[in-house]
């Protein structure tokens, strides 16, 4: 794995939430989400080892993941955190390869999605994901069962006022 | 109606590969036997299990890829492959070393053949000579055959061809290329990978995204230009006062509309590459190839330029098959 990468500085934007629960909030849905999904961990090896970066590039903060600690960190956009990889992209961009809606390649081809640092770890987390077919809404809903049929319908809502994928599509839904 | 040969890296893949509308899907164990051995891709011996038995009842078949050459003394881990797909119900086993031929074909007699694109057989007396030696089913043809030269090769073998329509598109004798042997020191041949992710590195620099494999910086894209595989034959190059793609443009193959025509050439069945793509791509192109080949049984007209966005380069060529070579 290649040696700690730092992000170059950026403009510090508002931020709309405190940082820590929204960390807290995100680590819990990644440990609920490893758990319902534990081949994630298996079918990335080594790589679930690698922090990465995510860097969604239209929202105020940078997220850093590290899959093997089950632990999810919210961070300023002004920070420059150690890590293994990174990847950068729209929020669009990120929740339609989650989704299956889109394409990976496709997406680094168009120059939709960069990546940076350790290439092979992104791709085992990359293809991890895809493998494991998760749903957003409903690992959002798992959290709190008795809220599931809520976030479903916040879910839908979101969907289609802002276009953005927060489910999983089926076969059917895959476009032309 | 011609074969739909399609690809799925992961069990998720091949499950889209079936319910899009495959005839049949090809993938490999998570190891050195297959020539996709990429990070987070492929099938423990229990998901290859799985993923037969959902696509046998769905109608699907399943070719298990082995398609590397075994190193000296290793050979254990491509014997068991063989048995291991044999007992996991594959419907064949796509093979290119001839060593791992005559071991497959004389230790499991039952289990049908085929001979991978990485064995580079592309004339009527070395694919004859794979049937009666090891009992070859089926061919998969190199991308560098002309259709009249395809058709040429059906007049003289009763061997099945098997032909590439899309995806990726190595420019270079396949299963002899060395290109990425040299800049990394793994073989794609031997280790099952072209251009390890393990070697690649890309960053964002003044002057654009760099791709570098092993160290060599191979190409430098502008930002929002299309961005190709960080493969050497695809690569960038300075020599003397030029720059260019020396071996091949970025581009992918598209070869939907020479479809009718390679279907009067005898082929049997068609390809679709892309074992390292998500399962996203898997139901576009194979859906899109699904209409196609049924059209094509129907004298209907190809559909074209639905997958463009999907391509290397986001551009495509119908590759050798309509032979213009610069």
């Known amino acids: 794995m290649p040696g700690r990468m730092t992000q170059p500085p950026m403009p510090a934007l508002p931020l709309p939430l405190p940082l820590s629960p ?17 081949a994630i961990l298996g079918r990335m090896g ?21 899959p093997a600690l089950r632990r999810a960190r919210v961070l300023p956009r002004s920070a420059r955190p150690a890590h293994d990889a990174a990847i950068r992209g729209r929020l669009s961009a990120f929740l339609s390869m989650l989704h299956g809606a889109e ?41 709190a069962p008795a809220a599931g049929p809520m976030a479903r319908r916040l879910s839908g809502l979101l969907e289609r006022r802002t276009g953005l994928s927060l489910h999983r599509v089926t076969e059917t839904e895959v476009r032309e | 109606m011609m074969e739909l040969v399609c690809p ?11 319910e899009a509308g495959a005839h049949t899907v090809y993938c490999g164990f998570a190891d050195e036997t297959n020539a996709r051995n990429f990070p987070g891709l492929n099938f423990s011996r229990e998901e290859m299990a799985a993923g037969i ?17 075994p190193r000296a003394g290793a050979q254990d881990l491509w014997h068991r492959a063989v048995a291991d797909a044999a007992a996991a119900g594959a419907d064949a086993v796509i093979l290119a070393d001839i060593g791992l031929l005559a071991h497959a074909a004389e230790r499991h007699p039952g289990l049908r053949l085929h001979l991978s694109v990485q064995a580079a057989a ?46 990726g598109l190595c420019v270079m004798a396949e299963g002899r290329c060395s290109l990425s042997s040299y800049a990394t020191g793994l073989s794609p041949n031997m280790n099952g990978v072209c251009s390890p992710a393990s070697h690649v590195a890309y960053a964002e620099t003044a002057k ?9 910086l191979i190409h430098r894209t502008a930002r929002g230009a299309p961005v190709p595989y960080p493969t050497l034959c695809k690569g960038c190059f300075t020599s003397g006062d030029q720059t260019g793609h020396i071996f091949e443009d970025p581009v992918s ?23 390292q793509r998500s399962r996203a791509y898997v139901t576009q192109v194979v859906r899109a190839f699904r209409a196609a080949v049924e059209a094509a049984e129907r004298g209907d007209p190809m559909p074209e330029g639905l997958l463009t966005r999907l391509t290397e380069g986001q551009a495509a060529t119908t590759g050798a098959y309509a032979k213009t070579w610069r």
């Open chain 2, 253 to 275: 193959l598209d070869a939907t509309r020479l479809i009718p025509a390679l279907r009067k050439a005898g082929v049997s069945a068609l390809k679709i590459e892309g074992r």
């Open chain 2, 122 to 167: 592309a004339n009527p007396d070395a694919i004859n000579l794979y049937a009666q030696a090891f009992g070859v089913r089926r061919v998969v043809l190199p991308r560098v055959l002309t259709v009249e030269e395809i058709a040429a090769i059906n007049r003289e073998t009763e061997v099945e061809t098997e032909v590439f329509v899309f995806g």
């Open chain 2, 208 to 216: 654009g995204q760099e791709a570098r494999l092993g160290g060599f």
């Open chain 1, 22 to 38: 929204l960390a807290a909030v995100l680590s819990m849905l990644m440990r609920s989400t490893l758990r319902r999904h534990p």
């Open chain 1, 103 to 143: 394409d990976g390649d496709a997406l680094f081809f168009s120059g939709e999605l960069t990546i940076g640092g350790d290439t092979a770890a992104v791709l085992a987390l990359r293809n991890a994901l895809d493998d494991a077919e998760i749903d957003l809404t409903e690992e959002i809903a798992g959290l």
């Open chain 2, 8 to 18: 799925a890296g992961t069990p998720a893949a091949l499950r889209a590969a079936v």
């Open chain 1, 46 to 66: 080594a790589a679930a080892g690698a922090r990465f970066l995510i860097d969604v590039t239209n929202v105020p903060v940078l997220l850093l993941i590290e």
């Open chain 2, 53 to 69: 038995d959902f696509a046998h009842d769905r109608g699907a078949k399943v070719l298990v890829a082995i398609n590397t050459f």
